[in-house]
């Protein structure tokens, strides 16, 4: 009889990420928690200018499996000129890179 030890043990994986992402520079506080908080970040824009945001608002955070690569998914907003921009940042900290997907 399976009373469900060793039963589903395995890290869910949520498949393929398929959302566009571009590579960015991200300056992130470890809290005293060990929480990672990003800070500011740096991305190249379509005419090659690079655009820098400090004013981030973590929106929520959770950690995710996409094709069994650990992944910390960061939803976020920020405010520029008067209107607030969502977007995504995703940190592959098996490889210390962080990605950028405007949300919309």
């Known amino acids: ?6 039963i589903n043990n395995q890290k869910p994986d949520a498949g393929p990420n398929r959302r566009r992402q571009e590579e960015i520079a991200c300056g992130i506080w470890f809290t005293s928690r060990g929480e990672i ?4 970040l740096k991305f190249q824009n379509q005419e090659g200018e690079i655009q820098c945001i400090d004013n981030i608002r973590v929106i929520t955070k959770e950690k995710k499996y996409y094709c069994g690569i650990s992944t910390f998914v960061y939803f976020c907003s920020t405010r520029l000129q008067d209107r607030e921009y969502l977007f995504y940042l995703y940190y592959y900290p098996e490889q210390c890179k962080w990605t950028l997907s405007w949300n919309g």
């Open 1 to 6: 009889m399976g009373m469900g030890i060793g």
């Open 37 to 40: 908080l990003p800070q500011k």
